[in-house]
């Protein structure tokens, strides 16, 4: 009976350390794990918007299209600060970055919209109040209506003869 119960204590053993081990990626793939969807480093193709010091990226609901100051797409982290601070934050930094406001709406969800320096882009920025403190930030930046998108070629050579 005594080797039987010791059995039963070693499977239970084995069956916890293998359960620790279900969140962790064998092989060193670099990969993120479903325990880990948030991240601290900014995406490093993400430039001309204001991102607070201290958010974490979710990476579950990011997606970015692009790269510089040119990505379009999904931007979605969380912040240990008020949601009338990320307002006032916001509101203030993405006019530093030659973004210009179009429209304002600040309620228990606030809205942000802007448009970018060239016209091109409009960024969407939701600003959610966490349950207990924080914040849950929203951006999406996608092309303006009426932007193709399509950038001028810049070669110079004339195909006439």
Request: net charge positive; charged share 20%; hydrophobic share 35%.
């Amino acid at each position: 009976m005594k080797t039987r119960a010791m059995g039963f204590a070693t499977l239970i053993a084995v069956g916890a350390l293998l359960a620790g081990c279900s969140n962790t990626q064998l092989g060193g793939g670099g990969g993120t794990t479903r325990a880990d969807t948030t991240s601290r480093a900014a995406p490093p193709q993400i430039a001309g918007i204001a991102l607070p010091d201290g958010y974490s990226l979710d990476s579950n609901r990011t997606i970015i299209l692009g790269e510089g100051e040119r990505w379009i797409g999904r931007l979605s982290y969380t912040i240990n600060s008020s949601s009338d601070d990320m307002f006032d934050f916001v509101r203030r930094e993405m006019i530093n970055h030659g973004w210009t406001e179009v429209a304002v709406v600040r309620s228990e969800i606030s809205q942000l919209t802007y448009l970018s320096g060239q016209g091109d882009r409009v960024a969407s920025i939701l600003i959610n109040k966490q349950s207990l403190y924080g914040s849950k930030i929203d951006m999406t930046v996608s092309p303006a209506a009426g932007s193709t998108g399509i950038q001028p070629s810049r070669n110079t050579t004339n195909s006439r003869r």
